[in-house]
């Protein structure tokens, strides 16, 4: 999962589906659209060892998984691994 802008995505060329569930930022309410992976529901949470805000997201691990294959011909980089003898 990338968090980013859709100018980021446009100017290095990462995959932008409809198909993809959103990373979607709301204070206090959840979010009304029904088809996010991450809220986002805070900047200003705190984590021992770290200085200033940090996010505090909220992910729905199934949805995550459901949409986490990238089909062939949207993006997805693929190798040939050599195997091992």
């Not at 100018?7 to 959103?22: A, C, F, K, L, N």
């Amino acid at each position: 999962m990338i968090y980013s802008s859709s100018e980021w995505r446009d100017h290095y060329g990462s995959p932008v589906t409809d198909s993809r569930p959103d990373w979607l930022f709301s204070a206090g309410d959840r979010p009304k659209q029904g088809d996010w992976a991450v809220w986002r529901l805070r900047f200003d949470g705190t984590v021992s060892g770290i200085s200033g805000g940090v996010d505090i997201d909220v992910a729905r691990i199934e949805v995550s998984r459901e949409h986490s294959a990238i089909p062939d011909g949207e993006g997805a980089i693929g190798h040939e691994v050599e195997e091992k003898r």
